[in-house]
């Protein structure tokens, strides 16, 4: 039986997961900023689950929430990082405040929970971190640049760790949703409150998708299994894209990237000293 922690867990995707995880006989920390909402699956699952409340840029709350689920569990063998927030607007229109309030949402927040969880981890030599990325980071849509580099700096993160805390048993996980029937769009996602008429396309185009839910064909339950599935695997990836043709897609963008390296080689190799 191990022990997870699951940031995120009112609904969605950490919802699904925490789900998942109490149904398959594991301990799960079940983590929101109003634990309220997640009393109905605590009552479902009375010994194996622990509902703390938790905001995630907050230190503080952070070491209460994996205080309290060592002294109940005794250990924490798999960290969820799924909370998190969105961001819409061009770059120029980017609120420095808003901004940095992101950043602190999706990477130093999540950065944080890996650096409490990761001594006991070391000293147990066995423990699995997945972060919860996104297809945003691959597509990089105008108008979605800003969550798209607190996502990028995440995966960042996440590879320098697994090659880092591999060695440690230690195992790391990114994983890339594409879109998936959520509330994410409509509770999770800020706009800007300045608007430059110039990029007006880019926001009619962010509108009318946020608009759609039943355009995103993801089952979040679906996604899940796939996670947990993964993880418990004993080779588990290290990077997941989730959704239907999300993985093509990605294949796609990268292949036109290296078109483009190779392109430019020959004039990007031209910068070294004449040898003598």
């Known amino acids: 039986m191990k022990t997870w922690l699951i940031t995120g867990c009112s609904s969605g995707i950490g919802r699904a997961i925490a789900e998942k995880v109490l149904e398959n006989g594991d301990n799960a920390v079940i983590t929101a900023r ?9 009552d479902l699952f009375p010994k194996t689950s622990l509902p703390v409340s938790l905001e995630v840029t907050d230190m503080e709350s952070i070491k ?19 909370a998190g927030r969105g961001y819409s607007g061009a770059v120029e229109e980017g609120d420095n405040k808003a901004v940095a309030e992101l950043f602190d949402t999706n990477l130093f927040g999540p950065i944080s929970l890996m ?4 001594p006991d981890m070391r000293k147990q030599k066995s423990g699995a971190i997945i972060n919860i990325s996104s297809l945003g980071v691959l597509t990089c849509d105008g108008g979605t640049g800003y969550y798209a580099a607190s996502k990028a700096a ?3 993160i996440s590879i320098a760790l697994s090659k880092e805390a ?6 790391v996980m990114i994983v890339e949703p594409g879109p998936f029937r959520t509330n994410f769009r409509v509770s999770h996602v800020q706009g800007n409150n300045r608007s430059i008429s110039d990029y007006a396309k880019i926001k009619e185009a962010r509108d ?10 993801g089952d979040p339950e679906k996604a899940a299994k796939v996670i947990v ?22 294949i796609k963008i990268l292949t036109e990237e290296i078109r483009e390296i190779t392109k430019w080689k020959d004039l990007g190799e031209a910068v070294g000293f004449e040898k003598q």
């Open 115 to 118: 650096k409490e969880v990761l």
């Open 64 to 82: 209460n929430a994996v205080q309290s689920a060592k002294m109940r569990f005794g250990t924490i063998d798999v960290l969820v990082n799924n």
């Open 208 to 217: 009318r998708l946020a608009a759609d839910p039943f355009g995103q064909n």
């Open 154 to 156: 995440l995966e960042k």
């Open 34 to 42: 109003n634990k309220e909402r997640l009393q109905s699956l605590a």
């Open 229 to 250: 599935e993964a993880i418990n695997k004993e080779d588990p990836p290290k990077m997941i894209l989730l959704g239907e043709g999300a993985a093509d897609l990605g």
């Open 166 to 171: 591999e060695q440690l048993g230690i195992k």
